[in-house]
């Protein structure tokens, strides 16, 4: 389990530097082509979008044939779309290609997420497993956009996005020699001496679809702050704060990840507690000018950190620890549809009203669709799946 890991980790961590250090330099390289702001809000929104069949295919997918095949896909399927996006000249070309890279990308989410908590034997290690994949993720995102942004500064747009496309290219075929799909039974399967899940009696637990209201919320405000923070830094002139203001968040993240002792809190007080400090976070950008902005988005991301690791607990927790490649695919779905929602809406009111107090109030009306109840403390796993984890 740890080789297994170890590879899947590192292979992660260049995945998520590559598509975060893309944050801070897409708006400024989309006004460089003549794109207005609305027009940027839609083309982000899209992109959001056309993840949702993939989300879809991702689900069913995952769990008949397993994460590898898909994350492969993603990988080498970005790549190639990076590489045709360095020689972008309009802004219709740019949309076509974001649109495609929402489809393929839809897939690595979910497959990545599956393949950690299938390493997991039991519910500590899951849990371990899950922190492990938040840690990579955010350490990944605290470089990547001063990286990328200091990149387009010294290089340009174009050898920037080659580079990066390469870098998921090599990363996908490196890959395919590397991850091992761990043995376990697939639906379907048949043979002697094999057990299919047919065949075992597994309880499914169904999550409602309101707590699906959390995530969703959470990847509007994301957009919002995707939209709106290169704009307020001043775009393509202020590229370079505008990759410190996005690695200022994620350090912010990897601080709270950090907290270990947070583990004997439920994820269900967590979730809570971190979207209450995303939701105070955007108020505080959105009316409180007397705080400085690095403080507001530090804390920010310290909200971040608490919030996604829960929330991944939360529904791993609620499903039983069954059919995960279904559970986190809806849970990427409602973040597509988030992630949709909120540059189109951010660059509809912007000029007019602040996005980042439409932000605080979406966020702070997720918390009433909030699952307000414990874990219940049993020696059965699917029990204790999300209790013990970051």
């Known amino acids: 389990m740890k080789i297994a890991a170890f590879w899947l980790y590192f292979f992660m961590f260049l995945a998520f530097f590559d598509l975060h250090a893309q944050y801070p330099i897409l708006t400024p390289f989309a006004l460089s082509i003549g794109a207005a702001p609305a027009f940027i809000g839609w083309m982000m929104g899209v992109y959001a979008l056309t993840h949702l069949p993939g989300n879809l295919l991702a689900g069913q997918g995952v769990d008949r044939h397993g994460s590898k095949g898909y994350m492969v896909f993603s990988l080498l399927g970005a790549g190639i779309i990076l590489l045709m996006q360095a020689h972008v000249t309009e802004p219709w070309q740019l949309l076509v290609l974001r649109s495609i890279s929402g489809f393929v990308l839809a897939f690595l989410s979910p497959a990545c997420l599956a393949m950690l908590a299938s390493l997991g034997k039991n519910a500590v290690q899951q849990g371990k497993l899950m922190a492990g994949h938040g840690v990579m993720h955010t350490l990944a995102s605290v470089v990547s956009p001063a990286a990328g942004a200091f990149l387009v500064a010294n290089t340009g747009y174009t050898l920037t996005f080659q580079s990066l496309g390469w870098l998921l290219i090599a990363t996908g075929i490196i890959a395919i020699f590397t991850i091992h799909e761990p043995r376990r039974a697939i639906p379907g399967a048949s043979g002697p001496g094999r057990a299919t899940q047919a065949q075992i009696p597994v309880k499914l637990n169904v999550i409602p679809l309101r707590y699906y209201i959390l995530p969703l919320a959470v ?26 203001y996005f690695s200022l968040i994620s350090l912010g993240a990897l601080t709270t990840l950090s907290m270990l002792f947070l583990n004997r809190y439920s994820p269900y007080l967590r979730a809570i507690a971190g979207i209450l400090g995303i939701a105070l976070s955007f108020f505080a950008l959105a009316a409180l000018e007397f705080i400085p902005l690095p403080v507001s988005l530090f804390a920010l991301g310290m909200a971040k950190g608490v919030t996604f690791p829960a929330i991944a607990s939360v529904f791993i927790d609620l499903s039983g620890g069954k059919r995960l ?52 403390e049993t020696s059965a796993p699917p029990a204790q799946i999300g209790t013990h984890r970051l």
């Open 219 to 244: 990847s509007c405000s994301q957009g919002i702050l995707f939209f709106e923070l290169p704009l307020q830094a001043g775009g393509t002139s202020g590229i370079l704060h505008t990759g410190l």
């Open 325 to 376: 490649g279904t559970v986190f695919s809806l849970q990427s779905i409602a973040m597509s549809i988030g992630s949709f929602i909120g540059p189109i809406s951010a660059g509809m009111i912007h000029g007019v009203y602040s996005p980042y107090f439409l932000a605080f109030l979406l966020l702070m009306i997720a918390l009433l669709f909030a699952p307000q109840r414990r874990p219940i």
